[in-house]
């Protein structure tokens, strides 16, 4: 996101939000993150929202805000620091496909093994075959893309 700065004479001045995050990341010591940064225009002011470990401790706010300003005061910014506590490893939740956090999942998941011990392999072939093509059927019927795909279809009889 880009976010408006300050009106001059030579026109508007924009930053980029993600620019601002970067620099206030490299200046933050490990196991800290900049969740987001809000920028105050009118009065010069940056407002850093800093996430961090509830585990490690809480960091030292006047610290931070001293080492931010000295990177970005040469841009004419006054910079205040806002502590985030972290939920939990991000790192750990990150790593699992967001399939498997998904209750649609789960559901077919469980109901296709019910499935399978109750019909067996020729029955579950039957349940999915009619209910693909009746999935289909309402698909050609009900759905906008569906009519167009019929009616193109029936225009290729007609030439």
């Given at each position: 996101m880009i976010l408006f700065w300050k009106s001059g004479p030579l026109?508007?001045?924009?930053?980029?939000?993600?620019?601002?995050?970067?620099?206030?990341?490299?200046?933050?010591?490990?196991g800290m993150a900049c969740s987001s940064v809000q920028l105050f225009g009118d009065r010069d002011l940056l407002n850093v929202y800093v996430s961090f470990?509830?585990?490690k401790g809480t960091p030292d706010?006047?610290?931070l805000r001293a080492v931010l300003s000295g990177k970005l005061s040469c841009l004419g910014l006054k910079t205040t620091v806002?502590?985030?506590?972290?939920e939990g490893d991000t790192a750990a939740e990150n790593n699992n496909h967001p399939l498997l956090k998904s209750p649609v999942f789960w559901g077919l998941a469980?109901?296709?093994l019910v499935a399978v011990i109750n019909l067996g392999l020729s029955g579950l072939f039957w349940v999915l075959f009619f209910g693909f093509g009746a999935y289909g059927i309402a698909w050609l019927f009900l759905?906008?893309?569906g009519r167009n795909r019929l009616a193109s279809?029936?225009?290729?009889?007609?030439?």
């Open positions: 026109g508007r001045l924009w930053i980029d939000e993600s620019i601002l995050k970067e620099q206030v990341d490299s200046c933050l010591p490990e470990s509830p585990e706010t006047e610290n806002s502590l985030v506590a972290a469980l109901g296709m759905t906008p893309a279809f029936l225009d290729s009889f007609e030439e």
